[in-house]
């Protein structure tokens, strides 16, 4: 696997102090189980992550953000058991989600090319995590974010203004980015998105179509 695009330092240094939202902290797990070049970096941001919480020993750290930093780093700390053995999914996602294959999610059409699988996460959680199925040649209108956003390839590829996104890439996404992907494989795009706001489109009939897309 030929990954081109890693996460952001802010954001393992986020993930190593226990700070990341659940969607975010199981995406980033998700990514490192497939790339060894951020868990190297992660390997670096765990020591100052380590010293940030011992700075602010008064603050508390959400009990949600803890069981999902805590609980997604099994993939990080065994590499070696990247995917279960019957599932295509990256360890931290096919734990959530069970015993299954890309095959087998039951998708939701939300509109032409575009559908969508809601990730159950913990009750009271601030963030979603969402799967995406883009079909061949679909060009998403052009959108900027209202706050963190992470996506993550799992299958197939799209390209924006940044590169050219395949498996086992992740953009690392914030507020001052807006971009439009365009998938360019062969095959439907399927990615994992963690998001605490939704996107924001330009266009009229993004907006009205938004609400049922729900990203």
């Not at 951020?38 to 919480?53: S, V």
């Not at 209202?146 to 390839?153: A, H």
Request: with cysteine; glycine share 10%.
């Amino acid at each position: 696997m030929n990954i081109s695009h890693h996460l952001d330092d802010a954001t393992l240094l986020a993930f190593a102090a226990g700070t990341v939202g659940e969607a975010h902290g199981i995406l980033v797990a998700s990514h490192l189980a497939m790339c060894p070049t951020c868990r190297n970096a992660l390997r670096k941001a765990e020591g100052l992550g380590g010293g940030i919480l011992e700075s602010q020993a008064g603050q508390a750290v959400s009990d949600v953000c803890r069981a999902a930093t805590l609980a997604s780093l099994d993939a990080v700390i065994a590499p070696k058991e990247t995917y279960k053995p019957k599932s295509d999914l990256p360890l931290a996602l096919a734990r959530i989600m069970g015993d299954v294959n890309l095959a087998d999610i039951h998708w939701h059409k939300r509109a032409p090319g575009v559908s969508v699988f809601d990730v159950p996460l913990s009750k009271g959680s601030k963030t979603k995590l969402k799967l995406v199925k883009l079909g061949k040649g679909r060009t998403m209108p052009e959108h900027g974010h209202g706050g963190e956003e992470l996506t993550l390839i799992l299958k197939g590829s799209y390209h924006d203004k940044m590169g050219r996104f395949s498996p086992g890439d992740v953009a690392d996404l914030d507020a001052e980015i807006e971009h439009q992907p365009i998938v360019d494989s062969d095959e439907d795009c399927i990615c994992v998105i963690a998001f605490e706001t939704r996107a924001i489109y330009k266009t009229i009939l993004a907006k009205l179509v938004q609400p049922f897309v729900g990203i």
